[in-house]
């Protein structure tokens, strides 16, 4: 097999484990370390690791490539980011969604709801994941898209840690709720709403279980 083919196996492979929140913010993924537990030469695996780290998933270090050591300041301006874009990524989705999205984000939404009894964290996570590629395949706008899912798979640890803290927990299911809802009723200004608000909730999480904004 080429090369061109293990990078970008490789490339799509650790960019899903990212977005899934499969990588923790101690790990360090070693290039020769990979390769050899996938049977390739270093070259492509590098070649893909490089790649995460100019998009912006990764950094590297002189031991390895690790998730990107994000301050405080910078969360905040992710979330900045959030409020400006995705209320028009829902909006321009909700024309597009066809029937299969939403039945997977309907099936997304019931298996949410039921870990708020079950306390099932990692069921919410992949519930959660489901829910927003589902909804953010449909935007049409291709560098809007590619756009939020970068900065998303930038910030997975800090939405992992949030999303364990109950009172978000529930935050995030309503909002789930009520963005399916104007998505069934195809009301792109409900959308767009429901997730300007969602947003500022998650910010609100965030700045409450911060260290860094509890020491300010």
């Known amino acids: 097999m080429p090369r061109k083919s293990h990078r970008r196996r490789i490339y799509e ?7 899934r929140g499969e990588i923790g913010r101690q790990e360090r993924l070693v290039d020769t370390a990979i390769a ?3 049977g390739v030469s270093r070259m492509p695996v590098r070649e893909a690791l490089m790649q995460l780290a100019h998009e912006g998933y990764l950094e590297g270090t002189t031991r390895g490539f690790t998730l990107p050591s ?3 300041e910078q969360v905040l301006e992710f979330f900045e980011l959030r409020r400006l874009l995705e209320p ?4 321009t989705a909700t024309q597009a969604l066809d029937a299969g999205s939403l039945a997977a984000m309907r099936d997304a939404v019931r298996d949410a709801e039921s870990t708020l009894s079950s306390g ?7 519930a959660s994941e489901v829910f927003r590629n589902a909804w953010l ?8 898209r590619q756009t939020i899912q970068r900065y998303l798979g930038q910030v997975q640890s800090v939405r992992m840690a949030t999303m364990r803290d109950r009172p978000t927990h529930e935050i995030i299911v309503e909002g789930q709720r009520q963005l ?3 998505f069934h009723r195809r009301d792109a200004v409900a959308a767009a ?3 300007l608000r969602f947003v500022l909730q998650a910010e609100e999480s965030y700045l409450r279980l911060a260290p860094e904004s509890a020491a300010r």
Do not use: C, S, W
């Open 120 to 126: 099932d964290i990692m069921l919410f996570f992949r």
């Open 193 to 195: 709403d429901r997730m």
């Open 13 to 19: 492979d650790y960019l899903g484990r990212i977005q």
């Open 137 to 144: 395949a449909a935007v049409p706008n291709r560098e809007l």
């Open 180 to 182: 399916l809802d104007a």
């Open 70 to 72: 994000l301050t405080h």
């Open 88 to 91: 028009r990524a829902v909006a």
């Open 36 to 38: 050899a537990e996938l």
